[in-house]
């Protein structure tokens, strides 16, 4: 699988603050039987996006200006609860590209990874600057691994893996990446073969 490279994403911001938002919240499980990405971004926070009738709320996330958002922050703990990869999914199909927050539960996190998205741990104070003023612009270098807030908002390091890092600028999954190596494991098989 492939997806758009991620390199450097600079965009407005929104906010979803609540502390220990769970996969069950990004991706209600009555939307689990869907077996492809495509589609599934309609289906994103539908508890806050959709009345029980079915009809659009007036919830940021339903505007053009939320739409047009490649960075998400999130509250303390975000993604946990169960291992959902529809979650990402969603998220990216949406049109996220990054993902913040001050803990980000491990499996969310790999799931992320995974599909092209880039979830991010930051510093509490940089956590909380971000909760505090949403729709700011800010910088998201993954060269660098740093997060860029505007005015004196700072630069703040963060952690990912190598490997996941190198995907994510590529644009390829674990899948992607080992094709790519198809002549050289051809080589290699020559080789012993001989």
């Known amino acids: 699988m492939s997806f758009e490279p991620l390199k450097t994403v600079t965009s407005k911001t929104i906010v979803l603050s609540a502390a220990n938002i ?28 959709y009345d029980a009738e ?3 709320t007036d919830h940021e996330l339903n505007s053009e200006a939320g739409k047009a958002c490649k960075i998400l922050i999130g509250g303390h703990n ?18 996220f590209r990054v ?22 741990i930051i510093d509490k104070k940089a956590h909380e600057w971000l909760l505090d ?13 740093q997060v860029r807030l505007p005015g004196n908002g700072g ?19 674990e899948m992607g990446y080992l094709n790519k190596q198809d002549s050289a494991i051809a080589a290699y098989e020559a080789k012993i073969a001989s």
């Not at 630069?155 to 999954?173: I, K």
Request: glycine fraction near 10%; charged fraction near 20%.
């Open 22 to 49: 769970d996969t069950d919240q990004i991706m209600p499980a009555k939307f689990l039987s869907m077996t492809t990405k495509a589609g599934l971004g309609e289906h994103v926070f539908a508890n806050l996006r």
């Open 54 to 56: 079915g009809n659009l």
């Open 78 to 95: 975000f993604g946990c609860g169960s291992s959902r990869e529809h979650a990402p999914w969603g998220l990216t199909d949406y049109g």
């Open 99 to 120: 993902v913040i927050s001050s803990e980000i539960a491990d499996i969310f996190r790999g799931n992320s990874l995974k599909n092209g998205l880039l979830p991010i």
């Open 133 to 145: 003023n949403p729709g700011a612009d800010v910088t998201v270098d993954l060269e660098s691994c």
């Open 155 to 173: 630069t703040y390091d963060f952690n990912v893996d190598a490997f996941s890092r190198y995907c994510l600028m590529e644009g390829v999954d």
